[in-house]
């Protein structure tokens, strides 16, 4: 039986991105990064060159200053085509987007332009090993000097711990009140001070993610990011924004595990029949579609409003816990369906499974979704 796959979500880039993917080896590239950890800095420096890292990024800081739907097209069709690592490497700099939007002139000119065209590498250290859901326990402390501020603390998660020359890093500025309220700060990873480790993870193995430990880290006044306290403020539209895209990219990594098991089962007899003409596997499959489907045009429809400007924190959240859930349903029963071969590692549905692996944690664990979400459905009279 021959498998009528449909067509992919177009844009008049689509194209020029293939080749793009297509003279980097970004699929190999992607299966290599599993097996040999290491941070792509050659594929990174192309992207940012070639104008794939930013798409929504404006053109004056040198993105491609697309709408937020088309973005989450063409990261659908990068996932599709080369994994993960890619089209998550595509949105660094809007993973950065407190720097680019809250820095001033001479941070932006001088860390956030370069970390757009692929020159440098900026994590971010929110989360801590007593909060990440709830960052109201946050305890990194900036404490004033007579030039700057002393960090002190410890960041946990961080992708890129080893990685990143730069971090964003945030800290309460104890003034007048006891805690203070989260301030930003760019720092860089050499100081004095910052000691980094790796903690070896599941998936995603090329982001090298660790902790980060400040000891009293001198960092100068012209390092903060906007105004003292202001952070949360800052980063909560970035998190909306990417929740959205990161459901594309999900939902595209899955897609390429479904195309590859309908091919199969499609070849594949079992009992004189095709393996498709098994309902158990034929309908199965069938419905992922459906919900991939579903699910992708849930995240389109929610990356247009927000291109309108209108609020869609609440469906952003809910696309990325619908996106991670259907993309590992999907991509487990292309696992299945391929029987022995499919647990192996030749195939890259097992690598494709432990990267999506991360979505329901991070950026917003699902609990924490469903949790904001419930609190606007029900109002407490
Ligand atoms: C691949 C990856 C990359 C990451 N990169 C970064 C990074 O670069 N920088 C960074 O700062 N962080 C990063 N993180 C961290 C991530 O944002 C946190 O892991 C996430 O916010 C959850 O926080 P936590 O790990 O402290 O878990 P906790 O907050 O301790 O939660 C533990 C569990 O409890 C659940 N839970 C929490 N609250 C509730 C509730 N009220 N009701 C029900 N269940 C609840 C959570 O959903 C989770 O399942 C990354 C994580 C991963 C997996």
Redesign the pocket.
Known sequence: MTANLPPLPDDPLAEELDSFIRDHRLFERYRELDRSPEFPATEYRAMGRDGWLGLDRSPEDGGRGLPLARSGRLLYRLAYRAGTAFAKLSLQPGFASVLGEHGSKELIGTYYRPLVRGEVLI?????EPN????LRALATIAEPTATGYLLTGT?S???FARDAAWAIVYARVPRGSAKGDLTAFLVSQELRGVERELVPDLG?RW?R?GRVRYDRVAVDASFRIGEEGAALGYVLPELDRERALLATIYLGVARASWDEVVGRVGERRVFDRPLAEHEAVGFALVEDWAELEATRLYAERTLERMDRGERADQDAALAKVMATRVALRTIDHAIQFSGGAGYSQELAHEQRWRDVR?GP????????LL?TAARRIWRST
């Not at 944690?361 to 924490?368: D, Q, R, Y």
């Open positions: 994590g971010n250290h929110l989360t909060a990440g859901s709830d960041k998660e961080a992708a995603e982001m993610r991360s944690i991070a950026h917003g664990s699902t609990e924490l949790r």
